[in-house]
């Protein structure tokens, strides 16, 4: 049964606005930050004076280019309250972000932090079909991570029934699924790849056994291959879900119906694409890093923040009306990039050919070891496979050659049994690298 109040935007106007009004308001907005920072955070002061720039200096987006850039490092190193832009008892919510080395960053949100960003995953999730009537169940990790509560908060204003189930415990995930009809899942494409393994081995048709229609899937790279195996293996809809903890976590850009790119939200952080290596702010459609400054923050306002995800910006117009432009599916992380014999490889080109081999499984690995012997693990699939060590040998064959061709290197191919590989409920480990040890 549809809900007679059926949303198709979250709030039409915001979601709608005409380009020239969006820019002058991002404009009008991004002089308010800049102010911000400039009166109340020693490290921008600081910024700003290096660059010798002063927030009245913005007349126009443009000048944004003048603004410094923000890293990571900068916020690690401004660990725990450095970058507060309000007094500490203003704060109402702390996230944390810990990356592969050092400090965590701190990430904290006022009481319209926390309201802002629950309205934008409400935005994100509406456009998606998803509307009061569906429910929800939360499959990312609860705690000091953002990804389930932003979204939690963001599904009960739209009035959905939320079942916060965190990630693990598929039994468990299955059992409410079944007793109470979830509609909406969200959780990391690894944990999906793994939890359509589950249903496989249990024998369930998604599509006749569950009620699911969608799953929001974020939080790590995936490709359109992985996002085809997820579909199929869980008979739902994936939206591509994209966010990071710096900028309030899920909600900054996401997938609506047509499934084109994903929409980043213009009226709260601008957006530009750079070149990792020399900072140069590149033409609209170039593929670079993704850098971001919020426009509405108040506890942490952060400027032209280094994602190191690469993507690119499209400015065509969407069929859903929604004005805000779109970014593409992010290739991958300008830290991920590995360098094997020269060469530059992203772990997502191998994903992208492993998830098209139909006799494979849904879980790999990447190990790198000594003097650049690149190893690749994947899993059998449970159906698609005899064992007959003849065809064990074609198959490596096959994927070797078709790796090269993606990464001209060829990797050794170790082909394991179905569920022999780690397995992820958040954020996988793809790549081991025992170079660096
Ligand atoms: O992962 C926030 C989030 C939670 C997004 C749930 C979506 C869903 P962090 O832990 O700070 O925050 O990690 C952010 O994850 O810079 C990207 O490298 C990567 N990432 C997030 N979403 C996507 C995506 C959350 N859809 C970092 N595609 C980001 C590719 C993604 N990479």
Redesign the pocket.
């Known amino acids: 049964m549809r809900p007679s109040n059926e949303r198709v935007y979250w709030k039409t106007s915001e979601e709608t606005l005409p380009r020239p009004e969006l820019e002058a308001l991002q404009l009008a907005r991004l002089k308010q930050t800049a102010a911000r920072v400039y009166e109340r955070v020693p490290l921008y002061r600081q910024k700003f004076e290096q660059a010798k720039v002063k927030p009245n200096d913005i007349l126009s987006l443009a000048d944004l280019r003048r603004l410094p850039f923000t890293t990571g490092a900068d916020l690690r190193e401004s660990y725990p309250t450095g970058m507060l832009a309000v007094p500490l008892d203003e704060t109402l919510r702390l996230h944390t ?1 810990s990356g592969t080395t050092g400090k965590p960053k701190a990430l904290f949100f006022s009481a319209k932090d926390v309201d802002n960003a629950a309205e934008l995953i409400a935005r994100s999730f509406v456009a998606t079909g998803m509307n009061r009537g569906d429910i929800f169940q939360n499959m ?1 990790t609860y705690g000091l ?3 389930a509560l ?2 939690h908060y963001g599904a009960e204003k739209i009035g959905c029934l939320v079942i916060p189930a965190g990630p693990g415990n598929s039994e468990r995930q299955l059992l409410l699924m079944q007793d109470f009809r979830s509609t909406s899942i ?1 959780l ?1 494409p690894s944990f999906a790849l793994y939890f359509a393994d589950v249903l496989e081995k249990r024998g369930i048709n998604p599509r006749k056994d569950l009620s699911l229609k969608r799953a ?7 490709t359109e291959e992985t996002r085809r195996k997820i579909e199929q293996g869980l008979g739902v809809r994936v939206f ?7 900028m309030n ?2 909600g ?1 850009a996401f997938e609506c119906q047509a499934q084109n790119g ?1 929409h980043l939200w213009e009226d709260y952080f601008l957006m530009e694409i750079i070149n990792p290596e020399t900072g140069e702010v590149l033409p609209v459609g170039e593929p670079g890093e993704l850098v971001l400054t919020t426009l509405l923050r108040e506890a942490m306002p952060i400027l032209r923040y280094r ?3 690469i993507t690119a910006i499209r400015e065509e117009p969407c069929s859903c009306g929604r004005t805000h432009r779109r970014i593409e ?2 290739t991958g ?1 300008a830290d991920d990039m590995l360098i094997v014999r020269g060469v530059n490889i992203y772990p997502q080109q191998i994903e992208r050919v492993l998830m098209s081999i139909p006799k494979l499984g849904r879980n790999y690995l990447i190990q790198l070891d000594g003097l650049d012997e690149m190893t690749v693990k994947v899993e059998l699939s449970e159906a698609g496979f005899d064992g007959e060590l003849e065809h064990v040998v074609a198959l490596q064959k096959e994927i070797a050659s078709l790796l090269k061709a993606e990464i001209l290197t060829t990797p050794r191919i170790d082909l394991v049994p179905p569920g022999t590989l780690p397995i992820s409920e958040g ?1 996988a480990k793809r790549v081991i690298d025992n170079r660096k040890l």
């Open positions: 972000s990312m991570f953002t990804g932003v979204a969200h990391t929001f899937v974020g939080a790590e790279p995936y591509n879900s994209y966010g990071l903890s710096e976590g899920p900054v994903m994602t190191r995800d599916r992010i992380r954020k």
